[in-house]
């Protein structure tokens, strides 16, 4: 560079200042920054208005001199709102939820940047200050010397540099790259790829951007050029509830539209294995990794409280939780409880309604008329029992007894203890026990005993399997007790419906070979006729099958019912007219007898003896 060209060169760059003060007097910053744009990328569609809070701020800004004083080489006008979305927008705009609270880090990064670029800004100066000096030191000399000495290269050769910072935690690698001054090496790839490998970043670098930074060189700008994966916190399991809480009153509808409002629906019946809740179980999350390739675990999810109270259980998969019992279920204390007996405070009454509960029922109070219990194990009532239903699958105990009034019903899967019993129609599979019986209609398949107390069965039909036992049967007054022993209940009323099913095919039959009778000793047959006359023939053959079958299921009944060695009535006392049934023979009772027995003999003939 001549004398003259450096001359001209600094006095330009010290009267810059200025010249910079008069034009922003007479130019509004407006235009600067219209200028400024022009030279931007496409990718900017309107130009950028500055802030005026960054005129000042930037005036102070180490980066922001460097800035300024390569747009001066370049001769371009620098622009502080550029300079500004330089500096903070591709970090403080940033969508991407991995960048989330990193842009602390990418604003303490710009703060050192400013030191690094006083630096340069320090070897910029040195440079001019000796170039101003030499061409002082020149001005000087009267004469020019023959041999000029090498001037001082004005601005320095400073290569492009790559500085990277990774914030503490490791999520992020930020970027900012100072251009090159005077023939300075241009960035290049490898200068990345070593500032990159230099710190250790290996996940999450964003190639694209390195490739565009190589064609297009981005300067004094803070880019996050790695972004980790953050980690995903597992899941917490949760609780799909399938049964309500509170059980609400509902009332259903007949097929006729209407309602028994003693079905109040008050206890919710669960069964063993039913499904109570779904468990969905936690999971563990998805592991992050930081952009130095470090794993970084992931928060596991927390398993969900199993409201697991008594009697119920979790599957063996921990998926749900299941009903252990049959029984009612309720919700008590945050927990789900199965209880396998159904304890009611009182009577069963409209207060209540009509109960069908899985396991036993047990009644503090009474049982009023129109009402039913039902209980697949046992039923204890401690009061009294109207003209009601009661079914159990397992016994039926009544503290108080029982007057039916002729609509009352008690069956039980095993055995019906009661004090006394009246005008009740009764069902036992095994034994029955009562003190006093009046007028009841009995199936019983083991034994009835009448021992305590008073011990009277009095009037009725009793159709017992093996015994009766009382102190008393009959009365004095002469009402009349029927007694039928040997055939199990249920076997004897199935016996009868073959009986009456056989006379009935029987008959039917009958009438088929009447009609082939007749249709066969007509002379000639009409095409119609012949076709009606080979239908009845396989109609009869059907029913000579059909009688067969059961005249064996009848013999079968039969054969089951000839063992009536243990079948005996005994009474302390027993009155007439007391009928005695065993097996095919019975025995009328005529006059009034003590301590005897019934049972049947060697000849099959019921015989009274003295018990």
Known sequence: MDENKKGRFFRGFRGKDKNESQAEANVPQEEAVFEAADDLDPGFSE?????????????????????????????????DALFAEWMKAPVTESEDPNLEGVEYYAETFRKQMVTTAGKVLQQIDEAEKQAQKQEEELAKLEEPPVEKPE????????????????????????????PPFGDGAALTRDMLNEALEKSKVTYGIQEELLTSIVWEPTYFQILPIAIGLKPIAGKNGEIIEHIPREQMLSFEEDDEGKVDYRDLNLFRNIEKGELICDIILPDNGVDGMDVKGNTIKAIPGKAAKVPAGSHTEVTEDGTKLVAAENGYISFQYGKFRIEDRLVINGNIDMSVGNQD????????????????????????????????????????????????????????????????????????????????????????NDTIYAEQGIGVIIGGSLTVGKAVIAKTIGSKSYRKTEIFLGMMPELRAEKEEKVKELKTVKKTQDLL????????????????KAALLKQLVE?????????????????????????????????GIVYPPTRITIGGDTYSLETATAKCKFYLSENNQVVMGVD
């Open 47 to 79: 130009p950028i208005m500055a802030p005026r809070d960054y005129t000042e701020q930037n005036r102070l800004d180490k980066v922001y001199q460097l800035y300024s004083r390569w747009c001066t080489y370049k001769g371009e006008i620098p622009s």
């Open 151 to 178: 001037p001082i290269k004005v601005p320095p050769d400073i290569d492009a540099a790559v500085y990277l910072q990774v914030p503490k935690g490791n999520m992020a690698a930020f970027l900012c790259i100072l």
């Open 357 to 444: 509960f899985l396991g036993d029922i047990f009644v503090q109070g009474d049982v009023i008329s129109g009402f039913t219990l039902k209980a697949t194990g046992s039923i204890y009532i401690q009061g009294s029992v109207e003209g009601a239903t009661i079914i159990a699958g397992e016994n039926i105990e009544i503290g108080d007894g029982m007057n039916g009034n002729n609509r009352g019903v008690l069956q039980a899967g095993r055995s019906v203890h009661s004090p006394f019993l009246e005008n009740v129609e009764v069902h036992a599979m095994s034994n029955l026990r009562v003190k006093s019986m009046i007028g009841c209609e009995v199936y019983c």
């Open 513 to 528: 070979e009447k009609n082939i009778y007749f249709l066969r000793g007509l002379d000639s047959l009409p095409e119609d």
């Open 539 to 571: 109609q009869e053959k059907l029913y000579r099958k059909m009688i067969q079958r059961l005249e064996a299921e009848i013999e079968h009944f039969d054969k089951m019912a000839n063992d009536f060695s243990r079948c005996v009535v005994r009474g």
